[in-house]
């Protein structure tokens, strides 16, 4: 759990809704006034509303969230009195709002305001407050009465002036109508638990410490309290509420969110109709308690021994539970297995009882709200009926420009510091926690003030979190000797990697016992706000930010020593693991470990640790990281995941290039999509020394290349006019290693100029590219800059153009460069590129003059029949070698196959023929067949599924398959075969001639019937080996009857589909 002035600052959200929350302290509230570093604010633009089920998100979620602005929305009459009290002087403000603490002013039975609500409150907040009390018509009038007693007469007449306009869109009021439901008459116990629960909030927000120096946003609040209420809006009538789940990076203002809502309902303020009781938990708590009840849970915060279960039970609609920090409770796989509990009073571990809770079985009807710091948590998702997920995302970067330019007091400074970090995208993106946007400042504040020769150009992630802590240790003063320091050290470091590896962020006396750390140690570290004491937790400790837990668990394996944290393996086969996860993970704080591990390889970063710190550096890390490099040779990008520029970015983290070289001699492969600066960035500073790359993939996926440089220094310190133009040169650079093989760009932006610059480099002698795929490029008209690559050029045989519209111009002068005489090409794809009639005449001349061309992909064109005429009259050319043509889906019927039936009778070199998807009809079937019947027909391979033709199809076929004994393929399905149709089939297979080795049945309308026919042949057949059946309703007896036959010896099926 984390609290704290939450970095929630504003960013766009949802357009359904918008609000903001404000934090304040229990001091603040004591003396009557808010104070600047205790107060936060969160837009509710700033949290993103995402959901683990479609189906429910929409009707159960938005549905709620808009109806719910109905109660705020009117037609102008807030924005009219809005500015009435905005109009107010500040004296006239004050004496507005000891007025609405007079009960005579005041509508009856209206609960009382506190003062401490609205002594600071801003005119917007007023209003906000006082429609929280009150219906809208109710605020004009007592806002009226107010402006009386205060003698403000003429606002009074443009006040009633005002309401006797909007009185006919008021409608008249009925003096029977019941005022607005009020609370039920509170028992005393609920009283003494609601104000307990103030009281522990308050105060365990005032106890946190926080950096003298550090900035503490103060912005405006408005419509906090829609903000709340949207999150834990009313459900349909008799429906179970959706649990909500708020999540996010550590330190932006998650639990501090919880905690205001438990605030509100304890001061009396919200959710009163809604909720009877809240309850909190905290899962970091889970492992101090071994068994209990839930009843016995509900009853540990009570303020005396009364507490009154069976109210909870005979109304748990009216339960709120809020669960803090998922992430921290350990639960053994065995316990998601565990039977259904529905028994407050069963004896069982605290996890159990939270899970149980969790799936709605303890309460079903209680309303859940949860705090995790795991973006997508699979666990719980897996837990959660229907959950809505709540990304809080902390300081907008708004909010983080302002913190650095209060934090330098120099705008220059700051800005310039702010186009440097700006580049680091992934720590500027940490930087919405408030703690990360102090730890940077600060560190680099000292940097500039003890070193003369300071260049902030040279800034890691890594050297700005170390220097950070040299910051604090430099002048700090540590009551322990030179020669206990390193196994201080040690101990915090183990310390912090074992949390990391266990997700625990919160650490029990106990347990710095067990690790050897010193109590004055622990002491040093919490005077300098490395760890902090855990509010809610008594004697327990965690690091002030998770990031730092990250750093000081990396450091751990580069630290002297072999023994690794988990007491199990040592520390170099522990680093495997972890790079190895660290790699394969999407976790955040796995990926920040990683990227510390390489920055801290650093010499001089060592160097400055060791000194500073007094502690010992192992000299072996970087031969054990060159051995898990030789690894990277086994990896395949396909099948299994790896993050290649989290990869690129930790090697970048150490700035020794000759170390980096060593490393990336070792990769085969990569796999990159670049979205940012830091992408391009990193990707160029690797690429250039993958020497042994063979095949790369690279998504260019945003306008990175066009972007110009933000200002005349950066021009300076880069010495070159377009810094990125030298990066992608970089990258290119890569295709001219002599190994690279494979390229595929598909789905990139790119310029004409970086695209010109790519085919330059593809066209050196250096390079000898094979397989070249464009998929999807933009805008389309770079295409044309592949003549540099494709004239004359003898290595490229295969070239993948799918999904690209490319029209008459760029398709006319790719494919006349193709038919250079030096050209080698064997496969062309052009899948889904608007290809009409009228390209197949170019496509014609291709196919004659490329004389290796041997593959042919089509689909997805409307073709039509007219330009499968004009292909077939070059397949019958002498000189055309195709052997496989793909025409899926071109819109063909039956005259096609009649063109294709002719070629195929003078074609001896085409094998493979996939039409699927066109409707070519039993005509059309019957018009192949021709072709096909003959014995030198040369086609293996027929993919006839989806093309529109029944039972007659079928006969045509088997007649044609007694004379052809080539074909050793085919798909019929998705066609009305039925079961007659399958009978014809099956009198060929049958055959001791019949070569079939796989058919293809799917969604064929079979019955049981046609498995008597089918089963004699799995008997008999000597060559069918595959045989796809899904999407038929064969039925248990259809099934039983293959079964049978399955079983037999003579059966020479392989799969069964």
Request: hydrophobic share 40%.
């Amino acid at each position: 759990m984390e609290l704290g002035p939450p970095a929630l600052g504003a960013q766009s959200l949802t357009h359904w809704i918008t609000g903001e929350v404000r934090i304040e302290s229990y001091s603040a509230l004591k003396k009557k006034e808010i104070l600047p570093f205790v107060t936060a604010w969160m837009k509710l633009e700033n949290i993103i509303l995402s959901e683990v089920s479609q189906s429910h998100w929409k009707p159960c979620v938005l549905g709620q969230m808009t109806s719910s602005l109905s109660v705020f929305v009117d037609d102008g009459s807030s924005d009219k009195l809005l500015s009435h009290l905005m109009g107010l002087d500040r004296y006239q403000l004050e004496d507005f709002k000891l007025c609405v603490q007079s009960p005579q002013l005041l509508p009856e039975n209206v609960q009382k305001i506190s003062w401490a609500n609205l002594k600071a409150i801003s005119p917007t907040n007023l209003l906000c407050l006082l429609k929280e009390h009150l219906s809208v018509r109710q605020v004009w009038d007592v806002t009226l009465r107010i402006f009386e007693h205060m003698k403000l007469t003429s606002l009074c007449e443009q006040m009633r002036a005002e309401m006797n306009e909007m009185a006919q869109v008021w409608g008249p009021q009925d003096p029977n109508q019941e005022e607005p439901e009020m609370l039920e008459e509170e028992t005393a116990h609920r009283r003494r638990y609601r104000e307990k629960m103030r009281m522990n909030i308050l105060v365990l927000w005032d106890n946190i410490p926080w950096p003298d120096d550090h900035i503490y946003l103060h912005s405006t609040v408005e419509q906090e309290h829609r903000l709340l209420r949207s999150l834990l809006c009313p459900n349909r009538a008799g429906a179970q509420p959706l649990p909500i789940v708020l999540e996010g990076l550590a330190g932006v203002g998650k639990t501090t969110l919880a905690m205001k809502v438990m605030l509100h309902w304890a001061e009396g303020i919200l959710f009163q109709h809604q909720f009877s009781y809240v309850f909190y938990i905290s899962c970091h708590k889970v492992g101090e308690i071994v068994n209990t009840t839930f009843a016995g849970l509900l009853s540990r915060d009570w303020p005396d021994s009364q507490v009154p279960i069976e109210e909870f039970r005979s109304h748990p609609e009216r339960l709120l539970f809020v669960i803090d920090g998922f992430e921290e409770m350990t639960v053994s796989s065995n316990l998601y297995e565990s039977p259904p509990c529905t028994d407050w009073y069963q004896q069982l571990p605290l996890a159990r009882i939270l899970l149980h809770l969790l799936k709605k079985e303890l309460v079903p009807t209680a309303t859940l709200l949860i705090t995790t710091r795991d973006y997508g948590n699979r666990d719980l998702k897996n837990l959660l009926v229907n959950p809505c997920f709540v990304v809080v995302s902390g300081f907008t970067e708004g909010d983080r420009e302002e913190y650095f330019i209060k934090f330098f007091g120099d705008l220059d400074k700051a800005n310039k510091i702010l186009n440097r970090i700006r580049k680091m995208e992934t720590l500027f993106d940490s930087c919405s926690a408030p703690l990360v946007c102090w730890t940077v400042c600060s560190s680099l504040k000292w940097q500039t003030a003890s070193n003369p020769s300071f260049r902030l150009a040279t800034q890691t992630t890594t050297s700005i979190y170390a220097y950070f802590f040299c910051s604090l240790f430099a002048m700090a003063e540590v009551s322990l000797s030179d020669q206990s320091l390193p196994e201080q050290w040690r101990a915090l470091c183990c310390l912090a990697a074992e949390g990391m590896w266990f997700s625990n962020f919160t650490f029990a006396k106990e347990v710095m016992e067990q690790g050897h750390l010193e109590a004055s140690f622990i002491d040093s570290l919490l005077r300098l706000n490395v760890l902090r004491k855990v509010s809610d937790c008594e004697e327990c400790i965690s690091f002030t930010h998770q990031g730092f837990q990250a750093f000081w668990g990396a450091m751990f394996y580069v630290l002297w020593g072999t023994r690794g944290s988990l007491g199990g393996p040592p520390k170099h086969q522990e680093m495997r693991v972890l790079l190895n996860d660290a790699f394969a993970n999407t976790n955040f704080y796995w990926h920040q470990m990683a990227l510390f591990f390489f920055g801290l390889l650093n010499t001089d970063l060592a160097r400055e640790l060791e000194d500073t710190l007094r502690c010992e550096m192992s000299p072996r890390v970087m031969d054990e990281l060159l051995d898990w490099a030789e690894g990277l040779e086994k990896y395949d990008a396909v099948s299994v995941h790896f993050e290649f520029l989290q990869f690129f970015q930790c090697l970048c983290e150490t700035q020794d290039e000759n170390f980096i070289r060593q490393i990336l001699n070792h990769l085969l492969e990569a796999d990159l999509d670049l979205h940012g600066y830091q992408h391009l960035q990193v990707s160029s500073f690797c690429l250039k020394h993958c020497q042994n790359l063979r095949k790369l993939r690279l998504s260019v996926s945003g306008p990175i290349l066009e972007m110009k440089l933000t200002s005349a220094s950066e021009t300076l310190e880069t010495g070159v006019g377009d810094f990125r133009k030298h990066q992608w040169e970089d990258i290119c650079s890569v295709f001219c290693n002599g190994n690279m093989r494979e390229l595929d760009l598909s789905n990139s932006k790119l310029n004409t100029s970086s695209m010109k610059e790519l085919c330059y480099k593809l066209r050196n002698p250096r390079c000898k590219l094979q397989k070249l795929t464009c998929k999807s490029m933009s805008p389309v008209k770079i295409l044309k800059e592949l003549v540099i690559v494709l004239h004359g050029n003898h290595k490229l045989t295969h070239l993948d153009l799918s999904s690209n519209n490319l029209g008459i111009t760029v398709s006319k002068m790719i494919f006349r460069t193709l038919r250079h005489s030096a050209c080698n090409l064997k496969y062309l794809c052009l899948e889904k590129c608007n290809l009409l009639a009228a390209h197949c005449e170019d496509l014609a001349l291709l196919l004659i003059s490329t004389q290796g061309m041997t593959r042919l992909c089509l689909g997805i064109n409307q073709l039509q029949d007219d330009g499968v005429r004009l292909l077939c009259a070059s397949l019958t050319h002498p000189e055309c070698v195709l052997e496989r043509l793909v025409l899926w889906s071109c819109q063909l019927g039956a005259p096609s196959c009649r063109y294709l039936s002719d070629a195929l009778l003078q074609n001896k070199s085409l094998t493979h023929l996939n039409l699927r998807k066109n409707n070519l009809g039993d005509e059309g079937v019957k018009f192949l067949c021709e072709a096909l019947s003959r014995p030198d027909c040369n086609l293996q391979n027929l993919n006839l599924s989806d093309c529109s033709f029944t039972v007659e199809g079928c006969r045509e076929l088997t007649h044609a398959l007694k004379y052809n004994h080539n074909v050793k393929i085919l798909d019929v399905g998705k066609n009305d075969v039925q079961d007659d149709g399958v009978r014809e089939l099956c009198r060929i297979l049958k055959r001791p001639s019949c070569a079939l080795e796989t058919l293809g049945l799917e969604k064929c309308n079979l019955t049981p019937d046609c498995c008597w026919p089918l089963s004699s042949v799995l008997r008999s057949s000597k060559s069918l080996v595959n045989l796809n059946l899904l999407g038929n309703d064969l039925g248990p007896e259809g099934v039983n009857t293959l079964w049978t036959s399955l079983k037999k010896s003579t059966c020479k099926l392989r799969k069964l589909g």
